[in-house]
């Protein structure tokens, strides 16, 4: 069965992005082979608003891979080049984790992950610590979650600062 894994950027104070949806205080380390990461994944998982900023950065598209955008207020005709998710989530990944293929990326967002946290249907939360506080921002799990218990799989420290994060979810 393919898992669904929360794979994401975070600063040391729990944002995924900043009070305006940047993203630009994420470190680029040379030392992480970022084609291996994503040579793990066939099909990724975005939220609506975590789409808009990749179509805002010219970033419509992932090569190689099927992009799924969970949205109550995009619409298919206007974006034909992903499949746009407005209902029955659950039945979908359902199905997506039993085909045969690669791993599953949950790219983003908080919200998007914490409704497929407390559905159960996260298998994995990858996060890379960025040595950078924020303030402010997108938190990488908005409240209300449930709590969900990890247990740790995998770390790394990299030169940079960034610390990197595997857990199973238990």
């Given at each position: ?27 680029m ?17 975005l ?73 159960g ?50």
């Amino acid at each position: 069965m393919r898992r669904i894994r929360y794979a994401v950027a975070t600063s040391l104070d729990g944002y995924i992005a900043g009070p305006k949806d940047e993203a630009d205080w994420i470190i680029m380390d040379p030392d992480i082979d970022f084609r291996a990461l994503f040579e793990q994944f066939d099909t990724v998982l975005l939220g609506r608003r975590t789409f808009e900023a990749m179509i805002r950065g010219g970033r419509a598209e992932l090569p190689g891979m099927k992009m799924f955008v969970f949205s109550r207020v995009l619409r298919p005709r206007d974006h034909p080049k992903v499949t746009i998710v407005a209902e029955k989530a659950e039945e979908l990944l359902t199905a997506l984790r039993a085909e045969s293929g690669k791993d599953i990326w949950l790219f983003g967002g908080g919200l998007l992950f914490r409704s497929l946290a407390d559905a159960g249907l996260v298998d994995t939360v990858e996060v890379g610590v960025i040595p950078v506080l924020l303030g402010g921002g997108i938190p990488l799990l908005p409240p209300p979650a449930s709590q969900t218990n990890l247990k740790l799989t995998r770390h790394k420290v990299y030169k940079t600062g960034i610390v990197s994060l595997e857990y199973a979810v238990t």
